[in-house]
């Protein structure tokens, strides 16, 4: 995806939905760390992801930044099927992530 759409006025949107999540799964060899998670988030809206330890709420904020890949299940952004491969194209899409570790280096 490239910049703004110019015939959308500053503000206004395709969608109503900013993020949209379909049957995103993620598979490793011993660990199914995320099955088919579908997920919105409106614009403006504020969204907490909470759940117990290894229930796949990082790999599923990875996959989102452009981190990890996911094995099955498509991503939108403000209605637009987006390609996240790292998290350059996840910041050029808008999208940010502050990490729970530090992660400049390892």
């Known amino acids: 995806m490239s910049g703004p759409d ?3 006025a500053e503000g206004s ?15 490793y060899p011993l660990v199914l760390a995320n099955d088919h998670i579908d997920l919105e988030v ?7 992801l909470m ?9 599923l904020m990875k996959i989102v930044y452009g981190l ?6 498509s991503i939108q952004v403000d209605g637009q099927l987006a390609k996240i491969h790292s998290p350059a194209d996840a910041i050029r899409l808008g999208i940010g ?5 530090f992660m400049l280096v390892d």
């Open 42 to 48: 409106r614009w403006g809206e504020i969204l907490a």
């Open 13 to 27: 949107h395709r969608s109503d939905i900013a993020l949209r999540l379909q049957g995103i799964t993620k598979r």
């Open 6 to 8: 110019p015939s959308l």
């Open 97 to 101: 992530m502050v990490h729970q570790h």
């Open 51 to 59: 759940g117990e330890n290894g229930a796949g709420k990082s790999t």
């Open 68 to 73: 990890v890949s996911p094995d099955e299940g």
